[in-house]
């Protein structure tokens, strides 16, 4: 079974732009997860999507939005990019919004230049 | 989710048993204890977990102190594939566990 998928694997864009990241959870999978690691850093948790709904969010700043469509997968945005957003982004699905275990995809690295 | 500390880095020799640290001395009753770990330019993969008892797996074997004020990661026989953060996490059970604080981990290198 495929894993957890994300596109593109790298990006590079200037400040002010607006980036869509894009994230396809495991089949039958229901929740997703967003996280930024920026360099030398532990993932920060972003935001979770559970049936569509947000579930959660972090301590970001309103610039980052998410949406998660009819089929479960996500999508992350975020506008008026500054160097301080360049990271790696990571999503992560689970089979219900509270399971023990969450999988990971390989990460978008985004970086703002 | 209550802290976690962990050495930032650590050494093994190839084949030889691993025993990475964590202390959680905030740790609350219903919390439990998760580890991933994260290959290099990879996403954080999910190793184990407990909440009072040690545990085993395919992958490694976590051994919780009675107190659980502390836990500790074995690998027994470390492989170069072990080399990666290794991230110990305390996860509440039930609503609001939804999300993953990861600190900085352990960095464990593998020595040929």
């Known amino acids: 079974d495929a894993g957890v998928t994300q596109s593109p694997t790298h990006l590079i864009k200037t400040r002010g732009q607006h980036v869509t990241l894009r994230c396809s959870p495991i089949?039958?999978?229901?929740?997703v997860s967003w996280y930024q690691q920026v360099l030398g850093q532990g993932p920060q948790f972003i935001f979770q999507?559970?049936?569509?709904?947000?579930?959660g969010r972090g301590n970001f700043p309103d610039r980052f939005s998410a949406r998660q469509f009819p089929n479960y997968s996500s999508e992350l945005n975020v506008n008026a990019l500054l160097l301080g957003d360049s990271a790696l982004y990571l999503c992560?699905?689970?089979?219900?919004?509270?399971?023990?275990?969450?999988?990971f995809g390989p990460g978008t690295r985004l970086l703002v230049l | 989710d209550a802290k976690t500390t962990q050495p930032n880095s650590m050494e093994s020799n190839e084949e030889e048993p691993v025993h990475l640290p964590c202390n959680h001395s905030?740790?609350?009753?219903?919390?439990?204890i998760h580890w991933y770990r994260q290959l290099p330019s990879q996403g954080p993969e999910y190793v184990i977990h407990?909440?009072?008892s040690n545990v085993n797996n395919r992958m490694a074997s976590l051994a919780i102190a009675e107190d659980r004020k502390s836990s500790t990661l074995i690998l027994h026989r470390a492989t170069l594939r072990d080399a990666a953060v290794y991230y110990c996490?305390?996860?509440?059970?039930?609503?609001?566990?939804?999300?993953?604080?990861f600190g900085k981990g352990t960095k464990l290198s593998v020595i040929p």
């Open positions: 996490i305390l996860r509440a059970s039930g609503a609001g566990s939804y999300q993953l604080t």
């Open positions: 089949s039958g999978h229901k929740s």
């Open positions: 999507y559970y049936e569509k709904e947000e579930r």
């Open positions: 407990g909440l009072t």
């Open positions: 992560a699905s689970s089979l219900f919004q509270y399971q023990e275990t969450q999988y």
């Open positions: 905030t740790i609350s009753g219903t919390d439990y």
